[in-house]
């Protein structure tokens, strides 16, 4: 093994991370600088916004970059050499020539894509093993067979590195893959952002991850607009987006929001909890029209015969069935939501019972015309319209509504739906909002409407002052400011403009003193935003009516959906992607598959996979890229809590994450055998023993699992829990094991041996 090729790339690793320090103290040093500039004018608050948000851009991708910098090496047949890495950094502010390319950079693809049969160019592919700032290992695959010559850095298995990653222990949170991304992955992550596109995958496949690199990459390709829009990541559980929320950042990319479904009503923090059947009534897509109708009964008219009688100064006004009629269908006829038909109504109202006391007023006994003239009737128009009393009869007849009034007073009475339906939704107001309840508000919202329009308009006017004023800013303070970054061309350098991080539009927005927050901040607070792009993971758990919140969210239809319909565990999962999207988009959509499993051992899957055969036996999993030689494990005690504690005791001693997965009714006894362990709706997935439920599993992987009483569970659960280990696995039981599982009990249990 040559120590000259380790010598060599070490001197240029260092090289590498001495010019990351300049860079990143020249940031800080700016940000500081910015935030301390003399100025309160428009201008100079202007500028200095800029200058922070441009500084602060740059600094937060400097800080991404500072493990694992640089990690591989292209070397071309026609003589060209690139470095790859996190980050694309140039050799100094005046050259143009790029010490390492961003692994999105077109010119990286050959580092994903390159086979023997199809090199692309390549002479030589080397993946460079860094621990911090040291070269620890190199490793060269050969692409072009007529070349001789050799660095003794060659390895026999091309998997190598992918192998060493996937053995790796692991540490509680998701990792970034740009080191080991797949030729198949890679053709994901990079596709076109327009439409919807879909990636199923069975366990371990890295679907959610190459979702997170496929939200790097499009804000590297599309930064100017997806940086304005922001991008949505919609997760199953906190304890998933827990999971995955330093993945983005370790990439140089803070333009996202992370959310679950019960996260995106602003101001409704969801911490009730539904039945399984309640939350599939919720879920259903006649939902939508079930509130339609109870909204409509919210539209009253006075019963015939029973009119309202309002007192009036000039005598009293009959509001009855046809003058409420009357105003009701002209409003509904504006075809406007709810709160926005209301001045529809009132005015309809207002106008008539005016017309009812002119005539009352005015009336010549002897038959002639109204005594009263235009300015007399507009002046009785006006006494009626400032009258306490009118308003309250308008508020009884067509109330002002809002989604959280609304839907609580639904809630508690549900009409339009069957008796058992309403049986399971019913629940007395003041209850805590659930996750279910989500999309429902946002219907409810739909729904009622605001009626904003003034406001709006006046914002708008000033906004377009801000924006003409801000962008000639930008115009004189970037005339002669470029800064280096990134590579996107394949032959030349192209340097990254202070507008790619801020423009007009934006600028002016942050020049608001009230508002200084990023895209994502402010789609958190804003239920209307259109984001530029959404990836929803175990998409096949969410119901309808999420899916038509998450549609609202984004017009353009820009979506990346990841799920497999064969862990569909919700009752209220739409399952399948030709349910989900026939609604929205038709056919019109493009299908992925993962078919390789990086996570689960060959050992670990095959018993796994007997659980779906137990009703689809045709039905084949993934196939596993590694074997370990330890087989899954069952043990049946009397005593559930005492032998998971000699388990976990017996297991932890390796290194790595171990998770036990049980029914949330055992989390308070086995917790209590688990010193340091608590349950809980989002653990610490750090910690070395984390308690937890199939549910909460989703999306998550650990060393080791020991699976507590799957006769408990459904299939689908049953099939999530097993596959959560990278290494081992433990089954533990007082009831009779699934059918499914019978073969495992044969192998004894580690701890008994011991």
Not at 294 to 305: I, M, S, V, Y
Request: hydrophobic residues 40%; glycine residues 8%; proline residues 5%.
């Amino acid at each position: 093994m040559s120590t000259e090729e380790l010598r060599e790339e070490q001197q240029f690793v260092s090289g590498l991370y001495a010019r990351l320090d300049a860079l990143r103290e020249e940031a800080q040093a700016a940000v500081q600088a910015s935030l301390t500039q003399v100025g309160n004018g428009l201008q100079a608050r202007l500028e200095r916004d800029v200058l922070v948000a441009e500084r602060s851009g740059l600094l937060a991708a400097f800080n991404a970059g500072e493990n694992g910098l640089c990690f591989g090496r292209l070397e071309f047949r026609d003589g060209r050499d690139h470095h790859i890495g996190r980050i694309g950094i140039r050799a100094s502010d005046v050259e143009r020539t790029p010490l390492v390319i961003d692994w999105r950079a077109e010119v990286a693809r050959p580092f994903y894509l390159a086979t023997g049969h199809t090199p692309m160019g390549l002479r030589r592919r080397r993946h460079i093993t860094t621990q911090g700032r040291d070269v620890t290992a190199l490793h060269d695959e050969i692409l072009d067979l007529g070349d001789t010559t050799r660095t003794g850095h060659e390895g026999a298995n091309a998997d190598e590195v992918l192998l060493a990653a996937l053995d790796s222990a692991r540490t509680g949170r998701m990792h970034d893959i740009v080191q080991t991304i797949q030729a198949e992955q890679d053709r994901i992550i990079r596709a076109p952002h327009h439409g919807v596109m879909v990636v199923e995958g069975g366990p371990g496949t890295g679907k959610t991850v190459v979702a997170l690199h496929r939200a790097a990459f499009l804000l590297y390709a599309h930064r100017r607009l997806l940086a304005k829009r922001a991008v949505l990541i919609v997760g199953p559980n906190p304890a998933f987006l827990g999971y995955i929320s330093e993945v983005l950042p370790a990439l140089g990319e803070t333009g996202v929001l992370l959310s679950t479904v019960g996260e995106l009503f602003p101001g409704v923090s969801a911490t009730g909890t539904d039945t399984p059947e309640a939350a599939e009534v919720k879920g259903r897509a006649e939902m939508a029209d079930v509130l339609a109708a109870a909204l409509r009964d919210r539209q009253q008219t006075p019963e015939p015969g029973a009119p309202i009688v309002i007192e009036h100064d000039d005598g009293d006004l009959i509001l009855d069935w046809t003058i409420a009629h009357e105003a009701r269908e002209a409003a509904r006829e504006a075809d406007v939501p709810h709160n926005l038909g209301r001045p529809h109504f009132a005015f309809r109202v207002i106008d008539m019972l005016t017309e009812q006391l002119a005539e009352r007023l005015g009336a010549d006994p002897y038959g002639g015309p109204n005594f009263l003239g235009p300015d007399d009737i507009a002046q009785l128009g006006k006494a009626i319209a400032a009258s306490p009393e009118v308003h309250a009869a308008i508020e009884e007849l067509w109330p002002q509504l809002t989604p959280e009034g609304f839907l609580a007073d639904f809630l508690e009475e549900p009409t339009h739906l069957a008796d058992k339906d309403a049986d399971l939704v019913r629940r007395p107001r003041g209850a805590a909002w659930t996750a279910a309840d989500v999309p429902l508000l946002d219907e409810a919202a739909e729904l009622l409407g605001n009626d904003d329009s003034a406001a709006r308009a006046r914002a708008e006017a000033e906004r377009a002052k801000q924006i003409a004023y801000a962008q000639g800013v930008l115009d004189v303070s970037y005339a002669s400011r470029t800064y280096e970054f990134e590579d996107k061309d394949d032959e030349e350098s192209e340097v990254l403009l202070a507008h790619d991080i801020i423009d007009a539009e934006r600028m002016a927005e942050r020049q608001e003193e009230e508002d200084h927050r990023s895209a994502a901040e402010r789609a958190a607070a804003d239920r209307t935003w259109a984001f530029g792009h959404i990836i929803v993971d175990e998409a096949q758990e969410l119901s309808a009516m999420a899916w038509r919140l998450l549609m609202r969210r984004c017009p353009t239809r820009s979506m990346t959906l990841v799920g497999d319909p064969a862990q569909t565990a919700e009752a209220g999962g739409c399952g399948s992607w030709e349910a989900i999207l026939a609604p929205y988009v038709e056919d019109r959509w493009e299908y992925n598959r993962l078919g390789v499993n990086y996570r689960t051992p060959q050992e670990i899957m095959d018993v796994a996979a007997e659980v779906p055969r137990v009703e689809h036996p045709g039905f084949e999993p993934p196939s596993s890229v590694r074997s370990t030689g330890v087989l899954p494990w069952a043990h049946r005690t009397d005593d559930l809590a005492a032998a998971v504690a000699d388990a976990v005791a017996a297991e932890a001693r390796d290194e790595g994450r171990l998770a036990v997965i049980a029914p949330r009714e055992l989390h308070a006894r086995l917790a209590a055998q688990l010193p340091g362990v608590t349950a809980g709706e989002a653990p610490d997935l750090t910690r070395s023993v984390v308690l937890i439920d199939p549910r909460q599993a989703k999306g998550l992987e650990f060393d080791t699992v020991l699976v507590v009483e799957p006769g408990s569970y459904g299939a689908s659960d049953l099939y999530v829990a097993l596959t959560r280990a990278t290494q081992r696995l433990g089954i533990l039981h007082a009831r009779e094991l699934p059918v499914a599982l019978k073969q495992v009990a044969a192998t004894p249990w580690p701890a008994a041996a011991g």
